[in-house]
């Protein structure tokens, strides 16, 4: 079992940046893979980006690829979505996720554990 809370939403103007941080509870992090999804209004939760229990494996959507970084330190069970060059459309709720499975999953089913999500609002 694992808790997941998310911090460091919040408004940004468009070009912006902000740094998501996902601190987890429980002992066995370092042997989740952990990402970040995304809920805008009115829209399914979609994958924004992935890294596997080491770090050394990560994985992103398309619309985030070299505006947004995954990383985690496993050290103090925190995972990190740095957001660069952020646009109007990546206005939404930010959720931290873990899965116990041995590789990176996009769809929302084979996730085990949620945290309460985080508002991002980018301003034009």
């Known amino acids: 079992q694992v808790q997941l809370v998310e911090s460091g939403g919040g408004l940004v103007q468009a070009g912006g940046s902000l740094r998501l941080s996902c601190a987890a509870s429980?002992?066995?992090?370092?042997?989740?893979?952990m990402g970040w999804f995304r809920q805008a209004p009115g829209k399914e939760r979609e994958f924004a980006a992935a890294i596997n229990w080491s770090g050394g494996n990560t994985y992103y959507a398309e619309f985030v690829k070299g505006r947004f970084t995954i990383d985690r330190h496993n050290a103090n069970n925190t995972v990190y979505l740095q957001m660069n060059s952020l646009k109007l459309e990546d206005t939404a709720v930010y959720f931290c996720a873990a899965a116990t499975v041995p590789y990176i999953p996009v769809k929302t089913d084979n996730w085990a554990y949620w945290g309460q999500g985080t508002q991002v609002t980018v301003s034009s």
């Open positions: 429980g002992r066995t992090f370092s042997s989740y893979v």
